[in-house]
């Protein structure tokens, strides 16, 4: 997973940040899933990796993640912004692991329950 969210984070297309991530899911049937994170002239249209990779594991027929890894660089944690905890929720469950890593390794892992308690989500809309 690390070596594809690598490879992922080498084609990230960052003009503006300047700031690569990589993602890799690892979905239930066991498949694997990078994106990186594609930015925009018109900033917020830009795109996380995380966001990337989850657009690739639905087109590939995956509903549900497992894990994830997303790389980074820089001194601080590359922790899932908001947005993309919200995105994550919609396909795990609180137990789903979040590997944050640099490009040495994973330097944290979390549940995505404790990354985003109290979640709304898809059950909210159950009917
Ligand atoms: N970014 C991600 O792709 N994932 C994260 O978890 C944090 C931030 C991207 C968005 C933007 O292209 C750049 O990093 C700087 O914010």
Sequence with gaps: MMKLALAAKERAYAPYSRFSVGACIRAESGRL???C???NAAYPQGQ???ASAIAAMVAGGDRRI???VIVGDGEALCAPCGGCRQRLN???D???SVHMAGPQGVR???KLGDLL?????PHNLAT
Excluded: D, S
């Design 94 to 96: 609180g137990t789903m």
């Design 37 to 39: 994170n594609v930015e």
């Design 33 to 35: 899933y990078a994106g």
């Design 48 to 50: 996380c990796a995380e």
């Design 90 to 92: 919609e396909f795990a």
């Design 117 to 121: 308690p109290l979640a709304f989500g």
């Design 66 to 68: 497992v894990e994830i």
């Design 108 to 110: 944290q892992t979390a």
